[in-house]
């Protein structure tokens, strides 16, 4: 199935709710279905009851009924949101929280954009930590390769062509040649002019002997996204307007290069150290620094993955192979000193890589932040 949202309405306007929110969704999506009691008609943007239960369902392409969102391999977990039976709670949420389930009134959605403002994102199920793996830092690598290779296939899974967003960094680079073992993939990489991802893009894509689509930013494109942006409630940043230009971007790319999957990577750096601030707090307090990538894992579930699903979901359903239960279990038992090694950030992730076979100019990549290295925060700011 290939849901990218649902809602239920609940109340004496469910109806009128439902057929304004389906005028908001239906610029970017291909399908959206109305109803009630189990029975689904295509909206034409009327009022489609005067039931007082209504739901509503917005797809790409697809068929089935509408309670799950995003990607949901039979029998394991994943990136999902179940909403079946709603009486005040959810019944489920995805183990690491990487789908929003919001709410208004008496009323429930999987994306904010379908519910009026003020509505608030239900918390999390947080997952219990896990225990320490016991085990060496190569035989940690052997395995955490194993775990990436098998997320990024069960996301691809069925696939004819997928999609990365790629900067040439090594998180997109790791995913893309996991995903390269599976089916076709497309690369696709947006930039400013001059930027480093300009270059690096290209040259990490023929390494991987990998087609490369780029679009080019400029202060004017930037402008018009960020003028159509649809954030979630919240502060609106530099960070979150220029990720939001790279994302729709990217995913627009793909969509003309016939994916209608795109992959990106995200939580590698807060699973794995990758930001400075994990190295300088580790020097003085490991365990300091752990807790912090947890926080930061969370803060990703209740804005980030949900910012950057909403910038990529005019064009393509959006997975995040390491926002993956097993490899976030695994990489929450690992000892810090295998995140942060000898000055070397993301070493156990760099060592899985070049255990997957990705050269090693790429698993060596140095990290800068997508905003940056594209060139795209500056050009918010001019814009």
Known sequence: ?????FALYRGEDAGEVAARAAERVKRYSKKVLLGGDGEFTESGGARPSRRKEVWLAYWLEGKGLPVVHG?????VTGEYSLAGGWDGEPLERDPLGTRGLWTHGRSVASDYRLLAPGARLVAPKRRPRAKKVGMGFDRAAERLASLVQESVSMRVKGERRVAVSFSGGLDSSMVALAASK?????????????????????????????????????????????????????????????????YSATSSLARRAGATTILLGQLADELFGGYM???????????????????????????????????????????????????????????????????????????????????????????????????????????
């Open 277 to 383: 601030k994990y190295a300088l707090k580790g020097r003085e307090d490991a365990g300091a620094a752990e807790r912090m990538m947890e926080g930061d894992v969370r803060a990703c579930a209740d804005y980030g993955l949900l910012r950057d699903e909403a910038a990529c979901s005019s064009s393509c359903e959006v997975r995040f192979p390491f926002a993956d239960v097993k490899i976030a279990d695994f990489a929450m038992g690992l000892p810090f000193e295998f995140k942060v090694r000898d000055g070397e950030r993301k070493a156990v992730l760099r060592e899985a890589a070049r255990q997957m076979g990705l050269p090693d100019e790429l698993a060596q990549a140095p990290k800068k932040a997508a905003q940056f290295s594209s060139g795209v925060a500056k050009l918010v700011k001019a814009a």
């Open 1 to 5: 199935m290939r849901t990218n949202g």
């Open 182 to 246: 599976v089916t076709e993939v497309v690369l696709c990489s947006a930039f400013a002019a001059g930027s480093r991802d300009e270059t690096q893009a290209e040259r990490a894509a023929g390494l991987l002997g990998l087609r490369l689509e780029t679009a080019t930013l400029d202060a004017a494109s930037v402008a018009r996204s960020a003028k159509g942006a649809e954030l979630p409630p919240g502060e609106r940043t530099t960070m979150d307007v220029a990720l939001w230009s790279i």
């Open 71 to 75: 990607f949901h391999p039979e029998g």
